[in-house]
T-cell receptor
């Protein structure tokens, strides 16, 4: 069965500092991988996804993530944090070739950005 | 820009009452999901539809929850009777391309059971 582990339920950085949110997955086959962002009392918005091809993927708002098969990881990074990045971030996995495309989500990491 | 519509945004009810949530996916999206998100946790799948058919409802508490998508377009999720533990955000999502896992989410319906 697939699963997702996000290391750290809460991460705090200073404005302008590097953002690093960690995600490890468990899957019997290379999955599709996603990062979603959720602002308070709102739905989830897709930041970026990895399906195939280049293992470094770029998303919206300056975020990027790298798929590392050997480490079963898909960590999210942003070189310079902005106050508007404060939100909850969810890593998710979907089984490749699964016609249903059901997403399994991690528990989430809350990002705080200090001025 | 097309969006997934959900209503109501907020619902407060007393335990043992019935509640219903409505979702209208993006036009043309055949796959529709209902997720439940308890505060501080990630979303968990309740039910998945492909057109009007249920594909996966293995995590749906069928003694009190029901979901339908009669015409394969909009969908309703019902809880009867509501319990205190049902307090959560109920998220609807739809998929553009089958098999990619890329979901588009609505803003959610937040349920508080007193």
């Amino acid at each position: 069965a697939q699963s997702v582990t996000q290391l750290g339920s809460h991460v705090s950085v200073s404005e302008g500092a590097l953002v690093l949110l960690r995600c490890n997955y468990s899957s019997s086959v290379p999955p599709y991988l996603f990062w979603y962002v959720q602002y308070p009392n709102q739905g989830l918005q897709l930041l970026l996804k990895y399906t195939t091809g280049a293992t470094l993927v770029k998303g919206i708002n300056g975020f990027e993530a790298e798929f590392k098969k050997s480490e079963t990881s898909f960590h999210l990074t942003k070189p310079s944090a902005h106050m508007s990045d404060a939100a909850e971030y969810f890593c998710a996995v979907s089984e490749r070739g699964n016609q249903g495309g059901k997403l399994i989500f991690g528990q989430g990491t809350e990002l705080s950005v200090k001025p | 820009e097309a969006e997934v519509a959900q209503s109501p945004r907020y619902k407060i009810t007393e335990k043992s009452q019935a509640v219903a949530f409505w979702c209208d996916p993006i036009s043309g999206h055949a796959t529709l999901y209902w997720y439940r998100q308890i505060l501080g946790q990630g979303p968990e799948l309740l039910v998945q539809f492909q057109d009007e058919s249920v594909v996966d409802d293995s995590q749906l508490p069928k003694d009190r929850f029901s979901a339908e998508r009669l015409k394969g377009v909009d969908s309703t999720l019902k809880i009867q009777p509501a319990e205190l533990g049902d307090s959560a955000m109920y998220l609807c999502a739809s998929m553009r391309v089958a098999g990619t896992g890329e979901l588009f989410f609505g803003e959610g319906s937040r349920l508080t059971v007193l």
